[in-house]
């Protein structure tokens, strides 16, 4: 495998990642828990996505625009539901009821749709060549739809009033309900749009390769990963953090171990070492763990939970 | 399989689920511990105690190497993780047992890969005939459940376990008081996942064989509804909670012949009612059925 593929794949499984980790990273900064549960909104929009294509014979385009809406009102109203009614408990309390909403959506999603793999209809398998690296028109849609989502976050963010109070509501939430924000408003969209994103994420990743009810399950890891790195709570640590875990994943797959352990003195390598592939996640693990011990608040300053 | 050897069967499941839950609630709740990644130290005593005994180690030494080495491997976690919060805990416990499973599934040559273990020894098998023998196994695991229950409830009666509880309710304030928070959670995390290590072994040892598949991250939460079913810090807790879960997880058996549905959507739907227990104890009973006894000063 040339270099420049390897450089291209983590950029790709990074935008991807990207979209997930904004969501957790903005329900962290604005409402003060890990969110467990979004790997399952990133699915449950795949899903959706699917029914309304492949079942239905919907437009692509439209289906995922429909899944993505749909997803994020599912997470209004979980959040109606449940979330709402322990907001102000301690984050821990939170935690456990996501990871009980988790297990409940991942399963209904495999009771419905079954555990086997699906995946949608006419995938771009078009390939181009570029710098010895094969990209498909799939792969790069994917890069571009993802640097769109994220520049219309930027914009959200920053331009727009609901941008304003949710910057508001992550740096003091009283302060900010003493203004005259309108909180529980807030925070709806919030949801929408951090489940929207996931939806997406999942729908893309599904258009990639396959689409399965472990997919949110599978992603966990990587996702939370990305946020700690770039800084839990930091939206554009969420971004930069992705797409440094996709470079370390895929790298760490690639690279040939054995001028290193030489260079401890561990012991004699002659022949190259990598690791297997199947190890991929644990390289993902021995990065979260690398980050906890040197950098635990993360690439970029992030917030304090507790 | 006849309607008493299915009831061993269970009794016998629940025995090793107990320890399990009553481990985990020595985490969570006494300790405040969010362990996400319980499964993994059950997995290491179970491969270690197979691994023991197929090389011809006796049953006990097994079992209480299998401990050990969970017990290891939960010091080695907590090293790292003891000084940061909640949240990282739980994707750290979560991420481990995930390694832990790859390793199983991916070391060929010490753990036969996805074949599994085969042929695990089970002990004084051939003392006992094969009908009586569950029910020997029974009074094995129930006496390390006692065992456990009991060097469980002591602990937390004891100045230590009041410690674990001043770190569950403020770890500020127990570092104030000049406790040393840090390495009360390194050694509480190491003592449950040993004991977490020996349910690994019993598990092994009953149903001689094991995979990586008997280690899905799923088993986890399982655990979790069990104790936060059960009550959160309270012994008694997890052993109902245990019960519950499990007669509620099984009767659901007979659905699939009931409703003419697929066994696979069966066992979908389980899960599901897991999740959504799991969500009513937080909003509805967050105590839990057997609620813990708070020592409150009355002035």
């Known amino acids: ?306 | 399989m006849g309607f008493l050897d299915l009831v061993l069967y269970f009794l016998i499941m629940m025995g090793i689920y107990g320890i399990l839950t009553l481990s985990l609630n020595l985490h969570y709740g006494f300790s405040g511990l969010v362990n996400f990644g319980h499964v993994g130290f059950f997995a290491v005593g179970a491969y270690t105690s197979a691994l023991l005994t197929l090389n011809g180690a006796p049953f006990l030494v097994g079992v209480i190497s299998g401990g050990l080495a969970a017990g290891i491997v939960g010091f080695a976690v907590a090293l790292p993780t003891s000084r940061l919060s909640i949240h990282y805990w739980a994707i750290t416990t979560l991420g481990i047992a995930e390694v832990i499973r790859l390793f199983a599934l991916n070391e060929e040559w010490l753990t036969r890969g996805s074949f599994g273990l085969i042929g695990i020894p089970q002990p004084l098998i051939s003392v006992f005939s094969v009908r009586i023998y569950p029910l020997f196994y029974l009074g094995v695991v129930l006496i390390f459940l006692a065992f456990i229950f009991y060097a469980i409830r002591c602990l937390v009666n004891s100045p230590f376990g009041r410690v674990l509880k001043a770190i569950r309710e403020e770890d500020d304030l127990a570092l104030a008081m000049g406790k040393p928070v840090f390495h009360f959670k390194v050694k509480v995390m190491a003592l449950g996942a040993g004991f977490a290590g020996i349910a690994g072994a019993l598990y092994a040892h009953y149903i001689t064989y094991i995979s990586p598949l008997d280690f899905m991250p799923i088993i986890t939460f399982v655990l979790w509804s069990m104790v936060i079913t059960g009550g959160r810090g309270s012994e008694v807790g997890s052993l109902v909670g245990t019960v519950v879960i499990i007669v509620l997880y099984n009767s659901t058996r007979y659905l699939k012949d009931l409703f003419n549905i697929s066994g696979q959507t069966v066992s979908s739907l389980r899960m599901v009612a897991i999740g959504i227990i799991i969500i009513l104890v937080v909003l509805l009973k967050r105590g839990g059925l057997v609620e813990e006894k708070k020592k409150t000063f009355n002035i």
């Not at chain 1, 079954?114 to 078009?126: C, H, I, M, N, R």
């Not at chain 1, 991929?280 to 939970?305: D, H, R, S």
Request: aromatic content about 12%.
């Open chain 1, 1 to 306: 495998m040339p270099f420049s593929q390897v450089i291209l794949n983590s950029i790709i499984f990074g935008s991807q990642l990207g979209l997930i980790a904004l969501g957790i990273t903005v329900v962290f900064a604005i409402l003060r828990f890990s969110n467990f549960a979004h790997g399952e909104f990133a699915v449950v929009g795949a899903y959706l996505a699917f029914l309304f294509s492949v079942t239905l014979k919907i437009n692509f385009i439209l289906s995922s625009a429909m899944a993505m809406a749909l997803t994020g009102l599912i997470a209004v109203v979980i959040d109606r539901l449940i979330y709402k009614r322990i907001r102000t408990e301690a984050g821990l309390v939170l935690l456990i009821a996501s990871m009980g909403v988790s297990i409940a959506l991942r399963h209904i999603v495999s009771a419905i749709w079954g555990a086997d793999p699906l995946s949608y209809e006419g995938v771009l398998t078009k390939s181009y060549s570029v710098l010895g690296a094969y990209v498909t028109g799939a792969q790069l849609l994917i890069f571009l739809i993802s640097a769109a989502a994220m520049m219309f976050f930027y914009l959200l963010l920053h331009k727009t009033k609901l941008g304003k109070a949710m910057r508001a509501l992550s740096d003091n939430m009283p302060l900010a309900q003493a203004r005259g924000i309108h909180v529980e408003g807030v925070i709806k969209w919030v949801w929408f749009i951090c489940a929207s994103y996931a939806a997406l994420g999942g729908i893309l990743i599904a258009w990639e390769t396959l689409l399965w009810p472990e997919l949110g399950f599978l992603l966990l890891l990587p996702v939370f990963c990305a946020v700690i790195l770039g800084g839990i709570g930091n939206v554009y640590g969420a971004i930069i953090g992705s797409l440094i875990l996709g470079f370390v994943e895929n790298l760490g797959l690639y690279i040939n171990w054995s001028p290193l352990l030489n260079f401890f003195g561990l012991f004699k390598a002659t022949s190259a070492i990598q690791i297997p592939e199947g190890y991929k996640p644990a390289i993902t693990f021995a990065a979260l763990v690398v980050v906890l011990i040197f950098l635990p608040t993360g690439i970029l300053k992030g917030q304090k939970g507790d």
